[in-house]
């Protein structure tokens, strides 16, 4: 790792840093006061109400919001229409006191938790083959760090941990942990990681389960950390990549249209007072182990105790300590995949904002500086504003429908300001998908995204797309927000990543309800102001085909249409790079001749028992107590026995995974399996030894026949 090749832009001084955000704030200030005004003259002109005094109110933050998304945005496009902005940490100068010697061991740390141990492990090893290729590989570890509580996807994980080390050559360089406690999910998994191995280690590049980045923009995230002593944390911008359904590869194609304008929009005002999202980023390890602990909840919160979302508030500590936390987005060669569906999107998001909302404890936490307040309050809003936005249209059919003189169009008449209003909101929600358009076909660079005409009609279907999903993901962030504090639990569960689009039941499931409100909603309309429906048309819409939408969008068969026909193409698909071309290659290779019917459910259990092999792996690497009470010794035993007289079904899930944790028990069972008698076994166990038996007398005789 070599600093030298960094372009020499010194760091802006705090007074420059003062006037981009005095700049900044001024813009979104204008932006704001010119919707905020007309709004305020239409209501005083028809005559202020209790009602409309808190359409008015509920009006400030929702617009505030617009106005602040709009300018982050034309800031963005004018920055990269000029060619970038000049202060971005991965242009300034090394700082003076810049360590110049022995480049640092960085730890590379993937926590995972039952998920596609084929896929986690093929990313892993595209990382680790990308980094050897650039001559840097050996100062980066790799840490699996497992909270996998399936025995099958834990005891593959250790199988595949193996042969990836083998087939690389990883050995000393790839390990692999499995918790036995789960603690504190993923943030409990990385403070595992800090205690045991952080000392080792300068840096730790934190990724998720879906993480990918190259070996180059490894090692450059490296560099910059070294060229700059008093960063904490930078963030990368990961590109979604590798999509399948329909829904992966619309979501894909807005970021990537738009997504590089508010990247930029943020970085010229935020500089070294960034966020950090929990992945794909790298971490000054010494004061994340120092500063970043978090603290738990109060006892009586309805939010519980410990923090789902970690990761702002760990930002906000490293910046409360003196470290800068940059935001690196224009790095490339760092990826992600986007959930495949709308549930899934749905289930990942009501964990997001369950996590949100416990940050209105650190809003106001002593010491926090002010830009890390602003982005635990926008992480509140981006959940919270849904909320206000449900109310906002409530009320406003509220005064169309009951208040006296109320009119047609919801509380103001869209005559005279209100039409204005009404044009200029709409103008700033959708002007930055035309700057994102404008930009690339101004860069010349609308081959890569299917050729102009595939890619103004893209443009125009993502628009589509984008107002029929706002109301149907306002419906539910809003249901989300009350569940918090009423006390709804909310726990960290495994991710689906694999194209599913579900069923017409578990689609009208989920919906039915919000569909029914919709209907309900409605109907009141029509019974008192017909005229009034007009106004919310495209609110409902959305929610009343949100279950055969959600049926279309979760359909890798229609994804795979739309990339034939040239629609929703990203440069990644035009001009693939080789790390997700090797992604779409032969995953690491999983044994499956056990995940019949019959064996599927514990064939995790199977394999660690039954093949010398992975019994063997599974056995080294679990730890050997020798202190075991004599009880607990005869409680282990007993598990043994039942389970070898009756089968995985004598025991739940508990108590295998205990069974599983006992090294003495796993081997006494794999020498009791293969010397017992047939007779002293399950019914289940003498089927499974002689589909073994048969499995391996066909794969000698497949190796004589190739020989």
């Known amino acids: 790792m070599n600093p030298v090749n960094l372009k020499l832009v010194e760091l802006p001084a705090p007074g420059t840093m003062g006037h981009r955000r005095l700049v900044f704030g001024l813009y979104v200030a204008v932006l704001f006061a010119l919707g905020l005004v007309p709004m305020t003259l239409q209501m005083a002109a028809q005559g202020w109400t209790l009602l409309r005094f808190l359409l008015w109110l509920l009006f400030i933050p929702l617009f505030a919001q617009i106005a602040y998304g709009f300018a982050v945005a034309s800031v963005g496009y004018l920055l990269l229409r000029r060619g970038g902005d000049a202060w971005r940490i991965s242009e300034l100068a090394p700082a003076e006191g810049a360590p110049t010697g022995e480049p640092p061991a960085i730890a590379v740390v993937m926590p995972i938790y039952n998920e596609d141990v084929g896929q986690v492990f093929q990313r892993l090893r595209v990382m680790y083959d990308s980094l050897r290729e650039t001559g840097e590989g050996d100062h980066f570890d790799f840490f699996i760090l497992s909270d996998s509580t399936n025995p099958n996807f834990w005891i593959d994980e250790e199988k595949a941990w193996l042969d990836l080390c083998k087939q690389t050559q990883g050995f000393g360089r790839i390990f692999y942990r499995k918790r036995r406690v789960n603690l504190h999910n993923k943030s409990g998994n990385i403070a595992d990681f800090c205690r045991r191995w952080g000392a080792s280690y300068r840096y730790m590049v934190v990724l998720d389960a879906d993480s990918l980045m190259t070996g180059p923009m490894l090692v450059r995230l490296g560099e910059l950390m070294e060229a700059h002593p008093r960063t904490g944390i930078i963030q990368t911008n990961p590109t979604l990549a590798r999509g399948k359904t329909l829904y992966q590869r619309i979501m894909q194609f807005g970021t990537q249209l738009c997504g590089p304008l508010f990247s930029a929009g943020s970085n010229y005002w ?152 009404l044009g200029y909101v709409l103008a700033l929600l959708f002007l930055p998908k035309f700057l994102g358009l404008l930009l690339v076909l101004e860069q010349q660079r609308a081959e890569a995204w299917g050729g102009e005409f595939r890619l103004m009609l893209s443009v125009l279907a993502e628009m589509v797309f984008s107002v029929l999903m706002a109301p149907i993901l306002m419906l539910f962030h809003a249901q989300f927000v009350v569940g918090a504090f009423l006390g709804t639990t909310v726990t960290w569960g495994a991710q689906k990543r694999g194209a599913d689009r579900g069923s017409w039941l578990g689609a009208l499931t989920l919906f039915g309800p919000r569909i029914l409100a919709v209907l309900l909603w409605m109907g009141w309309i029509l019974w008192l102001k017909p005229a009034f429906l007009i106004w919310l048309s495209l609110i409902f819409l959305g929610p009343l085909i949100s279950v055969p939408l959600s049926l279309l969008l979760g359909s890798a068969r229609w994804g795979a249409r739309t990339r034939e026909n040239g629609w929703f193409v990203v440069p990644q698909e035009s001009e693939e790079a080789v790390e997700l071309r090797q992604m779409e290659e032969m995953p690491v290779a999983l044994s499956g001749y056990f995940r019949s019917q019959k064996f599927a459910p514990d064939y995790g259990l199977l394999k660690a028992i039954l093949d010398p092999y992975v019994n063997a792996i599974h056995i080294s690497m679990l730890r050997h107590h020798s202190g075991m009470s004599m009880r607990t010794r005869s409680y282990v035993d007993g598990l043994a026995h039942r389970i070898l007289k009756e089968g995985p079904a004598g025991l739940n899930d508990r108590e295998k995974r205990h069974l599983l944790w006992d090294p003495e028990a796993i081997a006494h069972l794999h020498r009791q399996l293969w010397t017992s008698p047939s007779a002293e076994l399950a019914e289940w166990w003498q089927d499974a030894l002689r589909h073994y038996n048969d499995v391996s007398a066909f794969g000698i005789r497949k190796l004589v026949t190739q020989g």
């Open 270 to 421: 935020q500089l070294g007072s960034s966020s950090y999202w929990g992945h794909n980023a790298i971490i000054r390890l010494h004061p994340f182990m120092k500063h970043c602990a978090i603290p738990e909840l109060p006892a009586n919160s309805p939010l519980g105790r410990r923090v789902l979302s970690h990761d702002s508030i760990e930002a906000a500590l490293m910046q409360k300590a003196g470290y800068e936390v940059w935001f690196a987005y224009d790095l490339e060669g760092g990826y992600e995949e986007c959930p495949p569906s709308v549930p899934e999107t749905l289930a990942r998001d009501r964990r997001w904002c369950f996590g949100n909302m416990q940050h209105l404890y650190f809003l106001f936490a002593g010491h926090i500086r002010p830009l890390s307040r602003f982005h635990l309050f926008n992480g509140i809003m981006a959940y919270a504003g849904s909320l206000l936005w449900l109310l906002f249209l409530l009320l406003s059919t509220i005064a169309a429908l009951g208040e006296p003189g109320g009119s047609a169009s919801g509380g103001f008449a869209f005559g005279g300001w209100g039409a204005g209003l």
